[in-house]
T-cell receptor, first 115, second 110 residues
């Protein structure tokens, strides 16, 4: 039973560029949430996708956008990268409406460095 | 006020001692609470969940919840050097939108 898989594991981009991160949820999960974790901080909620739509959004600018595909996999896109976007980006999957008693299952994350 | 607050630590305990980690949250309607362990450079790993007031034990770990005081804690008995990590408290606000604290760094000294 595959867990949550994220790609790539590491990425280096230049300011102003655009980046796409990918996530495949755990088998049986249909909801994908994305988090940004800066060094020394807890994960911050970016947005959540369910049924191919953005269901909830945190306090992040429109430069952060996403998509969910029919197979429940998801992408996170960040445009016009800033140095402050450097962080560990975590994908978390769960089943819809909190039926999972175990909370999130996190992927191993994508480490994004903006130079 | 942050939704979830934790003491950043570091909390240092000797091997074999009890480590006590605390967390407070601001949203009274929160229904479910989680503790995650995160090793440096790794993603968070779920270790405990708790939904009802009182204590929940799982091996060396005990989670305690007091909804009236909006307080969650994690006790680690017989602490081991391998328990050295950052412990994140997470609160499920609605529809699996989690708020995380900034984490407490635990150092277990041999």
């Amino acid at each position: 039973d595959a867990g949550v898989t994220q790609s790539p594991t590491h990425l280096i981009k230049t300011r102003g560029q655009q980046v796409t991160l990918r996530c495949s949820p755990k088998s049986g999960h249909d909801t994908v949430s994305w988090y940004q974790q800066a060094l020394g901080q807890g994960p911050q909620f970016i947005f959540q996708y369910y049924e191919e739509e953005e269901r909830q959004r945190g306090n992040f600018p429109d430069r952060f956008s996403g998509h969910q595909f029919p197979n429940y996999s998801s992408e996170l896109n960040v445009n016009a990268l800033l140095l402050g976007d450097s962080a560990l980006y975590l994908c978390a999957s769960s089943d819809s409406f909190g039926r999972s008693p175990y909370g999130y299952t996190f992927g191993s994350g994508t480490r994004l460095t903006v130079v | 006020q942050k939704e979830v607050e934790q003491n950043s630590g570091p909390l240092s305990v000797p091997e074999g001692a009890i480590a006590s980690l605390n967390c407070t949250y601001s949203d009274r309607v929160s229904q479910s609470f989680f503790w995650y362990r995160q090793y440096s450079g790794k993603s968070p790993e779920l270790i405990m969940s708790i939904y009802s007031n009182g204590d929940k034990e799982d091996g060396r770990f005990t989670a305690q919840l007091n909804k009236a005081s909006q307080y969650v804690s994690l006790l680690i008995r017989d602490s081991q050097p391998s328990d050295s990590a950052t412990y994140l408290c997470a609160v499920n606000i609605n529809f699996n939108k989690f708020y995380f604290g900034s984490g407490t760094k635990l150092n277990v000294k041999p």
